[in-house]
């Protein structure tokens, strides 16, 4: 009887405690489940990226402010084709300018660190900018010639603003000539006597000025030699522009440094050289790099850029935490050269006068050219008699002049020769024994300045002929 009591109370305090342990069991199990999920959610699984910015456009210019969450890396696709732009979150604005008006979409992707994506895209419209008017702000003749005996040679200099291209009437049968470059500086030569009107005109869309010029040519009738002076030069085209990319730097350790040491190196496109470049975001104090430093190669091909990468705080490499990166921001000024080209810019003819000296100039080049050699040759001509030619220069030479003997020195410069003519003293300078034919008209000047137009009148409109000629 006593035996069976004892196990009878044993049972019944197994049980209940069973029962306890399983209420407690349940009771913990409900808790981890409740609130597990929610901590598995918000402290191990990031937020899905939401993409959102907003945009503020300036003529061509476009400027981006991020208000994205949860994105860790991504691009920026401005949607005309030029290369995407990194995503940095820390970057709060960037900016692009567009080289044409139109509507653009501008979509930013977006990735956390578990590899989800979104991405968001708006219009951006970019407007037509307001013509401005154009404008001749120079436009000078100076007469080079002495006497404006023909052939007469005269200095052309002008500058325009705003002008797309510019057209130049010599006043004589020579065609029209268009010019898009803003300055002018070269020779013009009229071969025979008479007036003569140089008109420029400045043109952007349909509105046009124009400014002119009249310039009055004596006729030689042998008074006078002649100078002709070629020059052919060997040259490359020289340009400068501003470029501006970033560079990824990364995390290379394993995690258990306190820092990691980086070396990157960005050339620049082949025939360039980088003449200047800083790094516009070495001042951040929010960057996790320190000891940053910029150098340019000793060839000036590439910029080298060296460092280190902090580790962040409560940073753990895992295949879920992705190393840092910081992103080298950097400007640089770039100038690239064109292979050798030849040009011959054509010669300057003009009279020159005995018992005198004579500056008889070379044919300017263009900014943007670089010389790196040349050929000129000088002759001097007696009416149609050439008496004289040399590329070295000469001095004291003897040579027949206007039925005289006459003492020659031309001493070659950079930009022309200087000719001194000595005739015999006791005879008139200017006065031939027999008169001479002039020189017969030169060759036409050739000069690299874009197409060449048909002649047309400077009393009708100017863009006449360009109305014509895309209605064909």
Known sequence: ??????????????????????????????????????????????AKPVPNFSSIVTGTLVSLNNRSTGGTQGWW????????????????NIQHTYAKPGTYSVKLSLQNIIGEHADRAVAVAIESPVTPPPEITQFQLIPISPN???????????????????????????????????????????DEMGSYTIRLSAVNGKQVVEKSKTVFISPNEGRQPVAKLTAEYSVVKVTKQTKEWRIACEWRGNGDEAAVAFKKESPILSGSKITDAILL?????????????????????????????????????????????????????????????????????????????????????????????RKVNLELWDGSRKAWEGSEGVTNARVSLMNQSC??????????????????????????????????????ITMPIGPTIRPASFDRNVLQPFRKKSKD
């Not at 696709?77 to 709060?92: A, C, I, R």
Request: aromatic content about 6%.
């Open 148 to 190: 404006d005996r023909a052939p007469a040679t005269f200095r052309l200099v002008s500058k325009t603003k705003n002008a797309s291209f510019c057209i130049i009437s010599r006043g004589d049968d020579l065609p029209l000539e268009v010019d898009d470059s803003a300055t002018q500086d070269r020779y013009i030569t009229f």
């Open 407 to 444: 003492i020659v020195t031309a001493i070659p410069q950079a930009d022309g020769f200087v000719v001194k003519i000595d005739a015999p003293t006791g005879q008139p300078a200017n006065n031939p024994l027999v008169p001479v034919t002039v020189l017969p008209p030169p060759a036409t």
């Open 281 to 373: 975001n070495k001042a951040d104090a929010s960057s996790p790099v320190r000891n940053v430093k910029l150098e340019i190669a000793p060839d000036k091909t590439k910029v080298i850029i060296t460092g280190e990468i902090v580790k962040p705080k409560n940073w753990i490499p895992s295949q879920s935490s992705p190393p840092p990166v910081w992103h080298a921001h950097i400007r640089a000024e770039v100038v690239r050269r064109s292979a050798p080209l030849t040009i011959n810019r054509g010669d300057v003819i003009m009279a020159v006068a005995l018992n005198g000296t004579t500056k008889v100039p070379m044919q300017p080049l263009e900014e943007g050219w670089e010389i790196v050699g």
């Open 77 to 92: 696709d401005f949607g005309d084709g030029t290369v995407l732009e990194p995503f940095d979150p820390k970057v709060s």
């Open 1 to 46: 009887m006593g035996d069976e009591k004892v196990t009878d109370v044993k049972s019944t305090l197994s049980g209940w405690v069973k029962a306890g342990v399983t209420s407690v069991v349940g009771l913990f199990s409900g808790v981890i489940l409740m609130y597990g999920t929610s901590v598995v959610n918000n402290v191990i699984k990031p």
